[in-house]
C-alpha cells in the first residue's frame, strides 16, 4: 500500500479530531499517534520497522537455538541430557505464558519504556512511582549488561575456534578483552552508521538464522554417530554434585531460561514500528514460537550426538558445541564452517543488544529516571535515533570488558547478572497486571487481549519467573571456590541499593513516572 492510499484510508476516530492525520514513516499510522498522544510522548524515532523486519530483530537478539549450543555446559552439568530435554520443556512452556503476558501489556502501551512504564500504569497508586523507578532501573541494568554478555559470548566463540585450528594457541584474557570491545564496535556502527539500514539488515540476518539452523541440524544427523534414544532420554546426571538430580535439573535451567529471554527487546523499538499495537505483540508471539522450536530441535540433535559429556564438558576449545561439531564432522574445515554460523548470530545478536539497550535507556532518560537524562534522552536531528544513549551503552560495555582483564569469573558475573535483572522486571510487571485482573479493576484497550484467560496467564508466569528467579542465583557447583561463586547475588544487591539510593536523594524530587504524563481523556 502506497502512503498516499494510506493516507486516504485513515480518518479521525474521534469528535475532536479536526483533519486526517499524516500517515508516514515519521509519524507512523493514526494508532501509533493516538498511542503516543495518550501516553503523553512526542514521536521523535523513525518509524521504518514492519512486521517482518521486528520479526527478525526479535529472532536474531533471541537466537534461540544458537544459544542453547553456546551453554551447552550449564543443562550438561546438571541435568545431562535428559535433563536438559525436559527442563528445556519446562522453560519453553512457561516462558511462553510470561511473553504473552508481556505481548498483552506491550499492546495496550507500545512504548521504549517498555516494563518500567507498563508498571506506573498498572501498579498501585500509592506503589507506581517506586516500583516504576526500580524496574526502570532493572531494565538499565539487564540490558546495559547484555551488550558486555552476547560480546563476550561471540568472543569465546572465536577463542575456541583458533584453539580448534591451532593447537598451541594459549587463550588469554586480554584477548577477550580485545574482542569483546571489537564485537561491541561492529554493533556500534550498525547502530549509528548503519542505523536506518537495521530494518533490511534484520530480514537478510533473519535468512541466516533460519538455513544456518538447517545447516547445522542436517549435517549433525547426516555425519554424526548418534547415541540410543533410550540413553538420551533417559540419562539424568548430577555431575554438579548437588546430591539431588531434580535440584540439579533446575539448576540447569539457567541455559534454556538465557536462551529463551529477552520477550521485552522488541517492546523497546515499539516507537520505531509501524503500527505498533498491532504488529509488536505478533512478531513476540511467533518468535516465541518459532525459536522455542527451533532451540528444541537443535538441544535434542546434540543430545544424540554429544558422546562422552565429560570429554566434552572439558575440551581445550572451551567451547563443548564446537567440539561436538568437530567429533561428527571429523574434520576442522567443517566444524570451523558450522562454528562461524553460531559466531555471526552472536554478533548480529550484539547489534540488536545495542539497538535494545540504547532505546531503554533513552525512555527512561526522557522520563527523569537516570542521571544526565536530558543528554541521554537527546535525539540528534538527522540522525533519529538516540545517539547519546547509544554511545554510553558502548561506553558501559567496554568499561565492563576491562574488568575481563583482571578476573574472568567477576566479568562473567556481571554479565550473566541481566539475566537475574530481567527476570526481576517482568516479575513486578506481570504481577501488577494480575492484581489489576484480580481486583476486577479496568484495563486499558489493547489489540491483543487475553480476555478471561488472562488472569490465569498471567499467574502461571509469575509462578515460573520466581522459581526461575531463585535459581538463577544458585553457583554451578555446592561449596563453590570463590572462582566458581555466582557472585550475581552481590553485584545485583549492590545495584539495587545504588538505585534506591538515588531514588530517595533526587529520584523522588525528579521522578514522577509515566502515569503522570498520561492523557486520560484519550482512550
Given at each position: 500500500m502506497s502512503d498516499t492510499k494510506a493516507e486516504a484510508d485513515v480518518q479521525p476516530r474521534d469528535s475532536e479530531s479536526q483533519e486526517s492525520p499524516i500517515v508516514s514513516e515519521k509519524k507512523g499510522t493514526y494508532d501509533d499517534q493516538k498511542d503516543m498522544h495518550r501516553m503523553g510522548k512526542t514521536q521523535e524515532l523513525r518509524r521504518n520497522f514492519r512486521f517482518v523486519s521486528i520479526f527478525g530483530y526479535s529472532m536474531i537478539l533471541m537466537a534461540s537455538w544458537e544459544t542453547v549450543l553456546t551453554t551447552l555446559a550449564v543443562p550438561f552439568t546438571n541435568g545431562g541430557t535428559g535433563g536438559a530435554i525436559f527442563v528445556y520443556l519446562g522453560t519453553a512452556i512457561g516462558m511462553g505464558f510470561v511473553i504473552v503476558s508481556m505481548a498483552e501489556m506491550a499492546s495496550m502501551a507500545p512504548t521504549s519504556g517498555g516494563q518500567y512504564h507498563w508498571v506506573s500504569e498498572f501498579a498501585p497508586k500509592k506503589h507506581q512511582r517506586f516500583l516504576s523507578y526500580l524496574v526502570g532501573w532493572l531494565c538499565v541494568l539487564g540490558w546495559q549488561t547484555g551488550i558486555a554478555s552476547i560480546a563476550f559470548l561471540a568472543g569465546a566463540q572465536i577463542q575456541g575456534l583458533i584453539v580448534l585450528n591451532n593447537d598451541s594457541y594459549v587463550p588469554q584474557r586480554w584477548h577477550g578483552t580485545l574482542l569483546v570491545i571489537a564485537v561491541a564496535s561492529f554493533a556500534i556502527i550498525f547502530n549509528t552508521l548503519l542505523a536506518r539500514k537495521l530494518p533490511l539488515i534484520e530480514g537478510t540476518v533473519l535468512v541466516l538464522h533460519i538455513f544456518g539452523f538447517f545447516a547445522v541440524f542436517i549435517t549433525m544427523w547426516v555425519l554424526g554417530a548418534r547415541s540410543k534414544t533410550s540413553e538420551v532420554f533417559g540419562s539424568f546426571q548430577d555431575n554438579g554434585g548437588w546430591g539431588s538430580v531434580g535440584l540439579s535439573c533446575l539448576i540447569g535451567q539457567l541455559g534454556p531460561a538465557f536462551a529463551l529471554l529477552g520477550s521485552d527487546a522488541a517492546t523497546h523499538m515499539s516507537e520505531e514500528l509501524r503500527d505498533a499495537a498491532h504488529t509488536l505483540p505478533r512478531a513476540m508471539i511467533w518468535t516465541a514460537i518459532v525459536n522455542s522450536i527451533l532451540g528444541f530441535l537443535m538441544l535434542i540433535t546434540f543430545c544424540f550426538f554429544v558422546g562422552d559429556i565429560g570429554s566434552v564438558l572439558t575440551t581445550t576449545t572451551g567451547q563443548p558445541h564446537i567440539q561436538i561439531m568437530f567429533n561428527a564432522t571429523q574434520s576442522t574445515a567443517g566444524a570451523t564452517a558450522l562454528a562461524c554460523i553460531t559466531i555471526t548470530m552472536a554478533i548480529f545478536g550484539c547489534v540488536n543488544n545495542v539497538a535494545t539497550c540504547s532505546r531503554q535507556l533513552f525512555a527512561f532518560a526522557r522520563d527523569h529516571g537516570v542521571p544526565f537524562g536530558a543528554f541521554l534522552s537527546r535525539v540528534q536531528p538527522g540522525w533519529d535515533i538516540p545517539l547519546n544513549s547509544v554511545i554510553v551503552s558502548f561506553a558501559v560495555s567496554v568499561i565492563l570488558s576491562m574488568i575481563n582483564l583482571g578476573s574472568t569469573v567477576a566479568f562473567n558475573s556481571i554479565a550473566s547478572?541481566?539475566?537475574?535483572?530481567?527476570?526481576?522486571?517482568?516479575?513486578?510487571?506481570?504481577?501488577?497486571?494480575?492484581?489489576?485482573?484480580?481486583?476486577?479493576?479496568?484495563?486499558?484497550?489493547?489489540?491483543?487481549?487475553?480476555?478471561?484467560?488472562?488472569?490465569?496467564?498471567?499467574?502461571?508466569?509469575?509462578?515460573?519467573?520466581?522459581?526461575?528467579?531463585?535459581?538463577?542465583?544458585?553457583?554451578?557447583?555446592?561449596?563453590?571456590?570463590?572462582?566458581?561463586?555466582?557472585?550475581?547475588?552481590?553485584?545485583?544487591?549492590?545495584?539495587?541499593?545504588?538505585?534506591?539510593?538515588?531514588?530517595?536523594?533526587?529520584?523522588?524530587?525528579?521522578?514522577?513516572?509515566?502515569?503522570?504524563?498520561?492523557?486520560?481523556?484519550?482512550?
Open positions: 547478572l541481566g539475566t537475574c535483572a530481567l527476570i526481576s522486571s517482568y516479575i513486578i510487571s506481570i504481577s501488577c497486571i494480575f492484581l489489576k485482573r484480580w481486583r476486577h479493576e479496568p484495563l486499558l484497550p489493547s489489540r491483543f487481549n487475553l480476555g478471561r484467560a488472562g488472569i490465569y496467564v498471567n499467574g502461571i508466569a509469575v509462578a515460573y519467573l520466581c522459581i526461575a528467579f531463585v535459581f538463577a542465583f544458585f553457583p554451578p557447583t555446592p561449596l563453590p571456590t570463590p572462582d566458581l561463586m555466582n557472585w550475581n547475588i552481590l553485584i545485583y544487591g549492590i545495584v539495587v541499593i545504588f538505585s534506591l539510593a538515588y531514588f530517595f536523594v533526587k529520584g523522588r524530587k525528579i521522578y514522577v513516572g509515566p502515569v503522570e504524563y498520561i492523557n486520560r481523556n484519550v482512550l
